[in-house]
């Protein structure tokens, strides 16, 4: 049978998708190019003629045909004749690449196996997530860069740690080896530098495998801006825009480059649906973080709303209710850092349906107390209102850290290299950047953890300066830190359950003395019921009286001045406590502690 023969309208109706689709009989590709006059395939499969493979008329300016002698693994492009030129464009929704500015390769999703994986994400309260930026995470040699097969390398690493969640900075195909990744030029394919798609199946089986959910990080607010076929794809544009994938009005703007995809276009729409709903099926992921989310639903993401995008608003909500019904598992987390409960909130209440969000309130404010100069200076309130901050009465609608990509970069550095610059290794440094991590953990909210925090890295981050694996033996006793409250916070031990609860009860904020005591639990009582005590100050308190929630013995369960942890630590409040009758803080009985500087401590009981 011909070209001309499986070509026929009503036989093209037999082949379903967007792209390069593996079939018995061939490979079928469909585009959308409206204002194509002519559109072929070309490949080593036909060796790149463009007049032995033309592909059909279809309605609403798509095109489609069947190349039998093409096959997965082989190179394409298409060839679009246009009022406005010729062109050879990637098809935008290629699964694979020989780089940004390659050829797209025919992938099937069909030939991985994935064997018995049938993963489910842990419950939102018991998530600790990991960010990682594979090219740097694990770099397998010096000016080389880091890939997901070398990133499995270190999945025993983050099982140990107690991480059961990492979140990937973005893993499209981008322009050149490095890159942080949010600047997609093929948001179909996975980077070539990173392995394909082989790579990132292979890597999230295998964290599954561990007892890792994987977290894709994408990007919709803007496309490019470089190595970008979707660009005036098919000749098309107005106003010098980006064509029919794009706004080519005031609407384009984005810090980016005028780059925003035009969420009003229903085929743009669809295919921004098809990229996140493809991460949840064919790659088995876990959840999607999407990022920047204000300059989907705003132009300026000014709170104006003469710049908002209604359309850009129900795309998100249409993507939420869908993941929410289609993957109930699944979470969904939003960058949105406007701290607004509209984010969170369900579709059905008229909010955007995200699972949960990235809250600016809780980061700031305690990056702000940690690093600080002057202890005088630290606001114990501004701390209080970061810890009892929720969303729609829920702990789990944010998402609560110190450290991230943005929070280490731009003008920013490491937490510990905000304190000292220069002198990570230092007192003061690391007193205060594990007081930051015991609050990410003890705090309600889901906890994340930025790569080479427990390894107390310096600097800040670059997607040229990979993880010194090496810190791991020079700073073992501070990952040990880092393991021992996560392993807390997960209620490993059966004794500290209220970690993973949506209370927190502020008991003492000591807004003098610079300590701030707090009771977190979940259905309450013993093992359930957790103080965490946090002192803010250099000053040693050998008498503090504060008020417990319940009388008896009390297990000192953590400790952030043990020797174990650095040999510069104190070692002192290394003992469990007994409550004693009288009223403090509106508790009927209390407790004297001692507790030493810039330290957590943290209590629970037995029985």
Not at 93 to 106: H, R
Not at 404 to 423: F, L
Request: glycine share 10%.
């Amino acid at each position: 049978m011909d070209s001309t023969d499986i070509n026929e309208p009503e036989i093209l109706q037999h082949f379903e998708g967007m792209g390069a689709i593996c079939y018995p009989e061939g490979v079928f590709f469909r585009v959308w190019a409206p204002h194509a006059e002519s559109v072929s395939v070309v490949g080593n499969f036909n060796d790149w003629q463009d007049d032995k493979n033309p592909l059909q008329k279809e309605e609403n300016g798509y095109w489609g045909g069947l190349a039998e002698s093409a096959k997965e693994g082989d190179e394409y492009k298409f060839s679009l004749k246009t009022p406005s030129g010729d062109f050879l464009r990637n098809d935008p929704y290629a699964l694979k690449m020989t780089n940004s500015a390659g050829n797209g390769i025919i992938y099937r999703h069909e030939s991985f196996d994935w064997e018995d994986d049938h993963f489910q994400i842990p419950s939102w309260h018991e998530l600790v997530i990991y960010e990682l930026h594979i090219g740097t995470f694990n770099s397998p040699g010096p000016d080389q860069v880091g890939n997901l097969y070398t990133a499995i390398e270190k999945l025993g690493y983050l099982k140990d740690m107690g991480f059961n969640a990492v979140e990937l900075m973005p893993c499209s195909e981008f322009p050149g080896s490095r890159s942080w990744g949010y600047n997609p030029a093929s948001p179909f394919a996975v980077e070539s530098d990173y392995g394909g798609p082989e790579g990132l199946k292979t890597f999230i089986k295998a964290a599954h495998q561990a007892g890792i959910a994987v977290i894709m990080d994408v990007v919709y607010n803007h496309f490019g801006p470089s190595d970008m076929d979707l660009w005036q794809f098919d000749g098309w544009s107005e106003n010098d825009g980006g064509g029919i994938y794009f706004y080519n009005d005031w609407r384009s703007e984005t810090p980016w480059g005028n780059t925003r995809p035009d969420y009003g276009r229903g085929e743009v729409r669809q295919y921004i649906y098809d990229n996140a709903m493809m991460w949840l099926s064919e790659y088995h992921a876990d959840g999607l973080r999407m990022d920047m989310v204000p300059y989907i639903r705003n132009v300026k993401a000014d709170g104006n709303p003469g710049n908002d995008i209604p359309e850009g608003i129900s795309l998100m909500q249409w993507i939420n209710k869908d993941i929410r019904e289609k993957f109930p598992n699944r979470i969904t987390i939003a960058e949105d850092m406007h701290s607004l409960d509209f984010i969170t909130s369900s579709v059905d209440k008229g909010g955007l349906g995200y699972g949960s969000q990235w809250d600016a309130d809780f980061v700031h404010s305690v990056r702000d107390a940690i690093i600080t100069a002057n202890d005088q200076d630290r606001s114990i309130d501004s701390v209080v209102k970061a810890v009892t901050n929720m969303y729609n009465a829920d702990s789990f609608q944010r998402i609560v850290y110190t450290e991230s990509h943005d929070e280490v970069a731009n003008g920013q550095a490491r937490v510990a290299e905000e304190i000292a610059d220069g002198d990570v290794n230092n007192w003061y440094s690391k007193k205060r950047a594990a007081l930051g991590v015991a609050l990410v953990l003890t705090s309600p909210g889901i906890p994340m953890i930025f790569q080479g925090q427990p390894l107390l890295e310096d600097k800040w981050f670059s997607d040229s300066d990979p993880i010194d694996w090496k810190r791991l033996e020079e700073f073992h006793g501070f990952a040990m830190l880092h393991r021992d409250m996560i392993h807390l916070r997960r209620n490993w031990f059966g004794v500290t359950g209220g970690l993973q609860g949506q209370n927190v009860g502020i008991i003492r904020a000591d807004e003098d003395k610079k300590v701030l005591v707090m009771h977190r639990w979940s259905g309450g009582g013993p093992k359930d019921d957790v103080v965490v005590v946090l002192n803010f100050s250099t000053e040693t308190f050998d008498d503090y009286k504060v008020g417990f929630p319940r009388a008896g013995k009390w297990h000192l369960r953590f400790n952030s001045d043990k020797e174990e942890y650095d040999p510069e630590f104190s070692n002192i409040a290394v003992h469990d406590i007994d409550t004693h009758e009288g009223e403090f803080d509106k508790c009927s009985v209390y407790a004297s502690l001692q507790i030493p500087p810039y330290s957590a401590l943290i209590f629970s009981q037995e029985e």
